[in-house]
């Protein structure tokens, strides 16, 4: 266990929910607070330290949570402000820290503030969005890409300008150096402080500040075609990570510091983000930390591109990382970094990876399940991203299909209703009730891993030293109080030799597949590991 003097989020275990998906109490075929209330002591029968709520906030739904109408008010299809104080009062007394969302880059076209803004130019809220003049010939004002494809501006006929969107048409741009917005967004953060959350988790922070000149992003190295999105050909310079940002960072920073043991977690755009959120995250006056899904651009996983990726954060001036393998905005990690429908024993492998890295980790809900990608229908598809790139990249609603509770129950329990989006296939079988019986399930295993992380400091918040292995073996040392622990992980599909030098002087934690062969030699079956104790050398 972690020394009570630390931080409770350096190396804790973090489980995500996103709400929609997760339970529904009332038929309606959405998830909900309550739902999530329900389902509270099964989260806390993983071991994990707390949980990380997607939005839940009134909105317009065309993004399913982000593009919010009032951060303040709870949507009606997920509950009621009295029905978050209860999934809070309940988490606490469970012994789950609890992190929200936040999203203080834009809102949707149908807020208050938008509304006010497109009224007139010069009125109370004229500056409170990105807005810009058309170019002569009617074009945007400057070559911003959008995220989601097309270019970062949409016309707006009743103020006759172009509005700036990272993402969605629907979800315009704060001009968050504007001070009375910042304002406006720090009460919004204290609200929840107030309410008792233990932290923030800050949807694409990075990316809150734009250039007031609206100067072109010069072209990236490699060229166009080098570059799955059109965004990504393009260094963002002057459409995010501004030094002014940093400041208001800050101002987010002094808000949770206001009492102790809050937890602000960052999310971090753009095509090479590492770098920047170790920026984001240096010192004692920004970020906790910034999270990172691993395995996001190499497939199938190798061992060589998962310590490439892992040594990628060097922890500059004390920063901390924070990775996951799945989230609500990707394809599922088993199914990413595998097969769409991946083999016995890698999802496993997943979260035995995920437990050994040095850093705070993140469970997506189902993850601890072993489900695959959930691959929805074309005409069952709810997210606008989804449906534009189909079926390339972007497919968020296959991480998004509701989470399977009891196997022979009508959508395997999340909704006695229709549910908002069709259950993945194969997930029912999944479902927690079917796993409790088999010694061997990737509940059961998930369990054991987390117990394992939280009972050794070595694995929780040790160092951490690459083992120079051959593919497919990763391996890396975690050395916490002068306590060695030796990970090693087969990332193939076939047997793999260990070679008996690496199990000297070492006592067996937790292994699965690891055996000897013929000739008497130590080996790890398909997508086996080992965790070993030993001595630091």
């Given amino acids: 266990m972690s020394d009570s003097n630390e931080a409770w989020w350096r190396g804790a275990a973090l489980y995500q929910i996103y709400p929609l998906s997760f339970a529904d109490s009332n038929g309606d075929g959405w998830g909900d ?42 949507d009606p299809r997920l509950g009621t402000l009295a029905d978050f104080d209860a999934l809070l009062e309940r ?3 469970l012994g789950l820290k609890v992190i929200v969302d936040q999203v203080y880059t834009y809102t949707s076209n149908r807020h208050d503030w938008f509304r006010q803004s497109r009224a007139a130019r010069g009125g109370a809220k004229d500056d409170w969005y990105v807005w810009a003049d058309a170019r002569p010939d009617g074009s945007p004002p400057n070559n911003w890409i959008s995220i989601f494809g097309g270019p970062a501006w949409e016309w707006d006929r009743s103020r006759r300008q172009y509005y700036m969107t990272h993402f969605l048409p629907g979800m315009p741009h704060l001009q968050v150096q504007t001070p009375a917005v910042q304002a406006a ?14 932290g923030f988790r800050l949807d694409v922070i990075n990316l809150c500040m734009v250039d007031p000149a609206l100067r072109d992003n010069p072209p990236a190295a490699g060229g166009v075609n080098s570059f799955a999105m059109p965004a990504h050909a393009q260094e963002m310079r002057y459409d995010g990570s501004l030094p002014e940002s940093f400041e208001f960072v800050r101002r987010i920073r002094q808000l949770a510091d206001e009492a102790p043991g809050r937890f602000l977690l960052g999310e971090i755009a753009g095509r090479e983000p590492m770098q920047d959120a170790q920026r984001y995250c ?96 074309f005409d069952c598809l709810r997210d ?11 497919q968020r609603d296959g991480a998004r299909t509701p989470m399977p509770w009891v196997g ?4 395997a329990g999340f909704t006695s209703g229709a549910p908002w989006l069709p259950l993945g296939r194969g997930h029912a079988a999944l479902a927690p009730d079917n796993q409790e019986s088999w010694a061997d399930s990737p509940l059961a295993w998930t369990r054991r891993l987390i117990a394992l992380r939280r009972a050794h400091r070595a694995l929780r918040t040790g160092n951490c030293r690459f083992l ?4 497919p073996l990763f391996g890396l040392d975690r050395i916490g109080d002068g306590v060695g622990v030796r990970c090693i992980f087969n990332i193939a599909p076939t047997a793999t030799k260990l070679g008996d030098a690496l199990m000297d002087a070492s006592t067996v934690l937790l292994s699965k597949g690891l055996g000897r062969d013929h000739d008497g030699d130590s080996v790890l079956e398909p997508h086996g590991f080992c965790l070993l104790a030993r001595n630091p050398e």
């Fill in 33 to 74: 607070l309550p739902g999530i209330t329900a389902r509270l002591e099964y989260v806390t029968s993983l071991g994990v330290d707390g949980i990380w709520l997607s939005p839940f906030y009134e909105g317009a739904f065309a993004d399913f949570g982000y593009d919010t109408t009032n951060q303040k008010a709870v």
């Fill in 91 to 93: 988490a606490h007394t």
């Fill in 185 to 198: 967004l720090l009460d919004i953060g204290r609200f929840w402080l107030d309410r008792g959350v233990d």
């Fill in 282 to 377: 240096s010192g004692d006056d920004l970020l906790h930390s910034a999270y990172f899904v691993l395995g996001a651009e190499t497939r199938p996983l190798t061992a060589a591109a998962l310590r490439r990726e892992l040594a990628g954060w060097t922890e500059r001036h004390g920063s901390w990382p924070t990775w996951a393998f799945s989230n609500h905005d990707v394809i599922r990690g088993p199914s990413r970094c595998s097969t769409l429908e991946p083999p016995p024993g890698f999802t496993t492998l997943l979260m035995a990876i995920l437990t050994a890295t040095r850093g705070t980790m993140l469970v997506y809900q189902g993850d601890e399940l072993g489900l695959p990608d959930g691959q929805v229908p």
């Fill in 384 to 394: 606008p991203a989804t449906k534009r790139f189909y079926p390339d990249y972007l």
């Fill in 408 to 411: 022979a129950a009508p959508h």
């Fill in 468 to 471: 120079d292995l051959p593919e």
